[in-house]
């Protein structure tokens, strides 16, 4: 069982640059992050195996809530390259959720009905090493503004499309000059109704929810929801909270989504706490997702049996509306398919 669950803060941080620069300033490699968090040698080839294949990207808003010197630290299980991301198992794939086969405009993916995903950044303020993206081919996949025609005329023919996804990558490591310009396009749209945003930048830096991303967030006409990306309680410190009432008072919706993650919140006290914790920062829990099988992913499985099990022990420790639904995303289905 966790035991690491940190509900205040741990210790005071003054994040005064920038988002920007705080982004350009992120770890990047793995001997300087086991170097600031005091981790022994023993990690570091390891780590280097696993930012070989993908690279390693931990900013410092995100590192100041990991324990120095705990290598079981369940935010830095989440960043930490392995060794063990070198193994290959047969059915941890490149592709896991077969995006490929649902692209019909350059930056655009729609796999659900009544909705769009737009590719709005090939970046990310963290590298999570358990993201199903790891190996997308963001580079066939970040259109420039004569691009993004294509996608936009897609959504404009389509009148069933209700709602249009940001995604990415993390849509909010664009700057926001291109975003509000592509929220101004989806607004020209009749029929759309709803703007989803898909982010973990006010989790990893919570400086992004500036003046600057406020401002054309509130001027929009269309629905907003933000999803955030939490997986553990100890992400959430009060920057994070703030970032969460600043993105309130934009008029947004905020639910999260979480990854059920092996050493990281696979047990029931640890889920526990971070629904009630996301409520405190005035999130809905929303999705618990089992991991998708990418390649590189395999050390963080939780078995669905198990999953399930845990899932129905933590309803005897929630209310209804603070119980996320346990999920698998199986490419062809029509939706996200309850456990």
Not at 27 to 38: E, F, K, M, N, V
Not at 90 to 109: F, M, R, S
Request: charged share 25%; aromatic share 6%.
């Amino acid at each position: 069982m966790q035991e690491n669950i940190i509900i205040a803060d741990k210790r005071p941080t003054t994040q005064t640059a920038s988002w920007q620069r705080q982004l350009s300033q992120a770890i990047r490699d793995p001997a300087t992050l086991c170097q600031r968090l005091s981790l022994s040698d023993e990690w570091l080839p390891g780590a280097q195996t696993g930012h070989q294949l993908f690279d390693i990207c931990v900013p410092d808003a995100y590192l100041s809530r990991i324990t120095p010197g705990d290598p079981d630290d369940p935010l830095l299980r989440q960043v930490l390259p392995l060794d063990d991301e070198a193994l290959t198992p047969h059915n941890y794939v490149t592709d896991p959720l077969e995006e490929a086969d649902h692209q019909p405009a350059k930056g655009l993916i729609q796999k659900y009905a009544g909705r769009v995903l737009l590719i709005a950044s090939p970046n990310c303020a963290i590298n999570c090493r358990y993201c199903f993206r790891r190996h997308f081919p963001y580079g066939d996949n970040s259109p420039s503004k004569a691009q993004w025609q294509e996608a936009l005329d897609y959504l404009r023919a389509d009148t069933s499309i209700h709602e249009a996804i940001l995604s990415g990558g993390d849509p909010l490591a664009a700057n926001d000059r291109q975003l509000a310009w592509l929220v101004e396009q989806l607004e020209s749209i009749p029929h759309l109704k709803r703007l989803r945003i898909h982010t973990r930048l006010p989790v990893v830096i919570p400086d992004r929810v500036d003046d600057a991303l406020l401002g054309w967030l509130a001027s929009t006409h269309l629905q907003k929801v933000v999803v955030l990306h939490i997986n553990h309680a100890n992400e959430i410190d009060q920057a994070v909270i703030d970032a969460c009432s600043r993105l309130k008072q934009a008029g947004t919706t905020l639910l999260n989504q979480s990854v059920l993650l092996r050493g990281v919140n696979d047990d029931v006290a640890t889920l526990a706490v971070l629904s009630e914790r996301l409520f405190e920062a005035d999130i809905l829990p929303y999705y618990l997702h089992v991991l998708d099988p990418v390649q590189g992913a395999a050390h963080f499985d939780v078995p669905d049996k198990e999953a399930r099990e845990l899932v129905t022990e933590l309803r005897d420790h929630l209310p209804g509306f603070l119980m996320p639904q346990l999920v698998r995303e199986i490419p062809g289905k029509g939706s996200k398919t309850p456990l």
